[in-house]
């Protein structure tokens, strides 16, 4: 079982989470998958060291995840350049970018929640009132 994170780690993935929302907002990258596209970055996971960033992103509209999230850790490098001015650290963390499809799983919860079979099972049957 793994521990949950400090208030640490949720401070400084928060302050990292800022500054890649920033960077995203100006534009600087140069990609033609990712100046097309409009990108949010939900939250971050700081490693317990901080010295790694994991960052989730959703673009608007939910399409091309995948060609968004290859094209941002092919310019890891650049972004990690561009935050590091922002953040007041000992080390700038590396960053590694993933899909983050915690909302698609809420959706899928949501669906199976309203679905027949569990309405069937949470009425009450006559006898039983």
Not at 34 to 63: C, F, H, N, Q, W
Not at 81 to 104: M, V
């Amino acid at each position: 079982m793994s521990k949950p994170p400090s208030q640490r780690m949720l401070r400084v993935g928060e302050l990292v989470r800022h500054a890649l929302s920033n960077v995203l907002t100006r534009g600087e990258i140069v990609d033609p998958v990712i100046e097309i596209s409009i990108i949010t970055v939900p939250e971050v996971r700081m490693s317990p060291d901080l010295k790694l960033a994991s960052a989730y992103i959703v673009p608007l509209g939910g399409g091309n995840a995948k060609e968004i999230v290859k094209a941002l850790n092919s310019h890891q490098k650049f972004i990690r350049g561009q935050i590091t001015s922002q953040l007041n650290l000992k080390y700038s963390p590396s960053i590694r970018f993933f899909e983050d499809d915690s909302f698609d799983e809420a959706t899928r919860i949501d669906n199976l929640l309203r679905s027949q079979r569990v309405k069937r099972d949470l009425e009450k049957p006559d006898d039983e009132v």
